[in-house]
């Protein structure tokens, strides 16, 4: 039976059953918690400098010849 109020309630079986052994193997800490925010602001700052270095400011510029 599957109830809504389940955090896999809308997956299905076999990736339930995946979620249900994942939350047994990696336990929550402070550290992972942690590490879990600060991966997509270390991801997040790398790309908007990747990003920003790939177009030049003044060819940005419109107007100019």
């Known amino acids: 039976m599957l109830f809504l109020d389940e955090p896999t ?3 299905d079986p076999v990736a339930a ?3 249900h052994e994942l939350i047994d193997v ?3 800490t402070l550290g992972l918690a ?4 600060a991966l997509p602001l270390v991801l997040n700052g ?3 400098r990747i990003t920003s270095a790939m177009f030049d400011r ?5 107007g100019t010849k």
Not at 58 to 62: F, H, S, V
Request: glycine letters at 14%; aromatic letters at 4%.
């Open 26 to 28: 990696i336990h929550p």
């Open 34 to 37: 942690i590490g879990s925010a």
């Open 17 to 19: 059953r995946d979620v």
């Open 9 to 11: 309630a809308g997956l």
């Open 58 to 62: 003044e060819r940005l510029i419109t």
């Open 46 to 48: 790398l790309g908007w």
